[in-house]
């Protein structure tokens, strides 16, 4: 994984936030809380305990445990923050999330994912 420089990723870092994020996002889906936990970064876990992190996720992030598959735009870097936005299709409706993520200590780490609703759901 190169050192981070502003602009767009490297192939090799695209690649590598891509395996990290769809690992994140199956073990969601698979409710594995703390797999899942695992990929958030140190800074997070430091500020969120485990059971805060399985509550925002049940609560605000239904999508991606019920997510009926996703995908992956564009992986800019800015400063010390890796920008990564992700589409997610759900019975909710069309997702996009802006994920946040940081490396640090060689390790690549979950710091936020802010959601866009695209499109609803149908309500039956």
Not at 8 to 34: F, G, M, Y
């Amino acid at each position: 994984f190169e050192p981070l420089a502003d602009g767009p990723c490297t192939v090799n870092q695209e690649a590598a936030i891509t395996k990290h994020l769809s690992a994140q996002i199956d073990s969601l889906a698979a409710r594995n809380w703390e797999l899942a936990y695992s990929y958030a970064s140190a800074n997070f876990r430091l500020v969120i305990p485990l059971a805060q992190f399985t509550e925002i996720i049940q609560e605000d992030y239904g999508m991606l445990i019920e997510n009926k598959g996703y995908s992956f735009g564009p992986c800019e870097i800015s400063g010390d923050n890796i920008m990564r936005q992700v589409s997610v299709a759900s019975d909710e409706g069309d997702f996009s999330l802006d994920y946040k993520l940081s490396f640090y200590n060689s390790k690549i780490g979950v710091e936020s994912a802010l959601i866009k609703q695209l499109t609803e759901g149908l309500s039956l």
